[in-house]
């Protein structure tokens, strides 16, 4: 596609339910990344993907935080029994490479999530 | 470690009037800057960089930013603000110690044109 996709757009679940967040990147890019965006709070890193190699997962929060890259294209990030402190607008990233050359990352419209 | 600070929460300028929207950031090497908009309801939009070269970076609509090695500095600039500028700006920087395009985010900094 001609930009990097996000579904759902919102999402409200109820605490301690899981919720699946789905990516789509930019076609041909390689590198894949997530981030979470908390009411009046900057971009906090949570998991990039690069191809094969295994994904940095050093910013996911807990456990309960976990994701996957399928076929080296679509993502998805899931959260187990939610709490109400995940409320954000998840959005993600791709790249058309992970390397150090600098190039700037394409982001996606978000996913605002909701937990009662 | 690398960081990345906007000291402003807020800019407010009328619209006609230069704008400037402020980051400063320390890294151990070399910095490789980023800066982003998000406007209400979507997603980040990438600007400008500044990865090596003239210390003047000119990026989209409109805007450019000024890198200054000595200040430590990367702010955005624009000569004539738009009412539709109005929307959240993050600076960026890249992590070194991730090796790879990792980026460490400002804590944004929301500009209002006012007509």
């Known amino acids: 596609g001609a930009g990097v996709s996000q579904s759902p757009s919102n999402k409200v679940t109820e605490k301690g339910k899981d919720v699946e967040l789905r990516c789509d990147p930019i076609?041909?890019?390689?590198?894949l990344y997530w981030y979470r965006q908390s009411l009046g709070q900057g971009l906090e890193f949570l998991i990039y993907f690069q191809g094969n190699s295994a994904p940095d997962k050093s910013g996911l929060p807990s456990d309960r935080f976990s994701a996957e890259r399928t076929g080296g294209s679509v993502s998805t990030l899931t959260i187990q029994r939610t709490q109400q402190e995940d409320s954000a607008v998840y959005l993600c990233?791709?790249?058309?490479?992970?390397?150090?050359?600098?190039?700037?990352?394409?982001f996606g419209p978000g996913t605002r999530l909701t937990v009662l | 470690a690398q960081s990345v600070a906007q000291p402003e929460d807020q800019v407010n300028v009328a619209e006609g009037n230069p704008l400037t929207v402020k980051c400063t950031y320390s890294?151990?090497?070399?910095?490789?800057l980023f800066w982003y908009v998000q406007y209400p309801n979507r997603g980040l939009q990438f600007l400008l960089k500044?990865?090596?070269?003239?210390?003047l970076v000119k990026g989209s609509y409109g805007f450019e930013a000024e890198f200054n090695k000595s200040q430590t500095s990367f702010h955005l600039k624009k000569p004539s603000a738009l009412v539709s500028d109005s929307a959240l700006y993050f600076c960026a920087v890249r992590d070194e110690a991730g090796g790879y395009n990792k980026l460490i985010f400002g804590a944004g900094t929301r500009l209002a044109v006012h007509p």
């Open positions: 076609s041909g890019h390689t590198a």
């Open positions: 990233a791709s790249s058309l490479t992970g390397l150090a050359g600098g190039e700037g990352q394409f």
């Open positions: 500044y990865i090596t070269g003239d210390n």
């Open positions: 890294v151990s090497g070399n910095p490789y």
